[in-house]
Protein backbone atom coordinates (compact mmCIF):
# COMPACT_ATOMS: atom_id res chain seq x y z
CA UNK A 1 0.00 0.00 0.00
CA UNK A 2 1.53 3.58 -1.04
CA UNK A 3 2.36 5.46 2.12
CA UNK A 4 -0.01 8.50 0.96
CA UNK A 5 -3.49 6.30 0.27
CA UNK A 6 -5.71 7.47 3.39
CA UNK A 7 -8.65 5.67 5.28
CA UNK A 8 -11.95 7.45 4.83
CA UNK A 9 -15.60 6.96 4.45
CA UNK A 10 -17.03 8.36 0.97
CA UNK A 11 -20.88 9.02 0.67
CA UNK A 12 -21.97 9.19 -2.71
CA UNK A 13 -25.23 8.79 -4.88
CA UNK A 14 -25.19 6.23 -7.37
CA UNK A 15 -27.54 5.14 -9.69
CA UNK A 16 -30.85 3.07 -9.45
CA UNK A 17 -32.36 0.88 -11.31
CA UNK A 18 -35.24 -1.41 -10.21
CA UNK A 19 -34.41 -4.96 -11.12
CA UNK A 20 -37.36 -7.46 -9.98
CA UNK A 21 -38.83 -7.63 -13.24
CA UNK A 22 -42.37 -6.13 -12.28
CA UNK A 23 -44.55 -3.33 -13.07
CA UNK A 24 -44.86 -0.38 -10.61
CA UNK A 25 -46.90 2.44 -10.54
CA UNK A 26 -45.64 5.66 -12.08
CA UNK A 27 -46.87 7.45 -8.27
CA UNK A 28 -44.56 4.95 -6.54
CA UNK A 29 -41.33 6.10 -8.14
CA UNK A 30 -39.92 8.58 -6.48
CA UNK A 31 -36.83 11.24 -6.97
CA UNK A 32 -34.86 9.71 -3.77
CA UNK A 33 -30.94 9.55 -4.54
CA UNK A 34 -29.72 6.12 -3.86
CA UNK A 35 -27.21 6.96 -0.82
CA UNK A 36 -24.57 4.50 -0.30
CA UNK A 37 -21.55 4.31 2.03
CA UNK A 38 -17.70 3.14 0.88
CA UNK A 39 -15.28 2.34 3.62
CA UNK A 40 -11.65 1.70 2.09
CA UNK A 41 -8.52 3.02 1.06
CA UNK A 42 -8.33 6.45 -0.95
CA UNK A 43 -6.33 6.11 -4.06
CA UNK A 44 -3.99 8.80 -4.50
CA UNK A 45 -4.90 10.26 -7.54
CA UNK A 46 -4.29 13.50 -9.99
CA UNK A 47 -6.15 16.27 -8.93
CA UNK A 48 -7.78 16.50 -12.70
CA UNK A 49 -9.19 12.45 -11.96
CA UNK A 50 -12.77 12.09 -12.67
CA UNK A 51 -12.64 9.51 -10.29
CA UNK A 52 -12.65 9.09 -6.94
CA UNK A 53 -10.73 5.54 -6.53
CA UNK A 54 -10.70 3.71 -3.37
CA UNK A 55 -9.82 -0.11 -2.80
CA UNK A 56 -10.54 -2.54 0.21
CA UNK A 57 -7.53 -4.28 0.60
CA UNK A 58 -4.21 -3.89 -0.13
CA UNK A 59 -0.33 -5.90 -0.50
CA UNK A 60 2.64 -3.94 1.25
CA UNK A 61 4.98 -6.54 -0.60
CA UNK A 62 4.25 -5.54 -3.96
CA UNK A 63 1.62 -2.92 -3.76
CA UNK A 64 -1.30 -5.00 -5.40
CA UNK A 65 -4.82 -3.55 -4.85
CA UNK A 66 -7.97 -5.60 -4.01
CA UNK A 67 -12.01 -4.83 -4.66
CA UNK A 68 -11.04 -1.49 -6.40
CA UNK A 69 -14.49 1.18 -6.76
CA UNK A 70 -14.16 4.45 -8.99
CA UNK A 71 -16.86 6.96 -8.44
CA UNK A 72 -17.64 9.41 -10.30
CA UNK A 73 -16.60 13.11 -8.48
CA UNK A 74 -19.59 14.04 -9.75
CA UNK A 75 -21.75 11.54 -7.56
CA UNK A 76 -19.46 12.23 -4.52
CA UNK A 77 -21.38 13.82 -1.63
CA UNK A 78 -19.05 13.73 0.96
CA UNK A 79 -15.23 12.05 1.81
CA UNK A 80 -14.80 11.70 5.70
CA UNK A 81 -11.13 10.78 6.97
CA UNK A 82 -11.15 7.78 9.44
CA UNK A 83 -8.46 7.66 11.48
CA UNK A 84 -7.12 4.62 13.16
CA UNK A 85 -6.11 4.29 16.35
CA UNK A 86 -2.59 3.00 17.57
CA UNK A 87 -2.61 1.03 20.61
CA UNK A 88 0.59 1.32 22.82
CA UNK A 89 1.62 -2.41 24.22
CA UNK A 90 1.31 -2.58 27.81
CA UNK A 91 4.76 -3.32 29.94
CA UNK A 92 4.69 -6.29 31.86
Given at each position: ?????????????????????????????????????????????????????????????????????????G????V?????????????
Amino acid sequence: MAGLDKPVLVIWHDAYARVNNEWIDRTELTDEPCVIQTVGWLLATGPKSKHLTVYQSGSREDDDVDNVIKIPRGMVQKVIPLQIPHHKKRKR
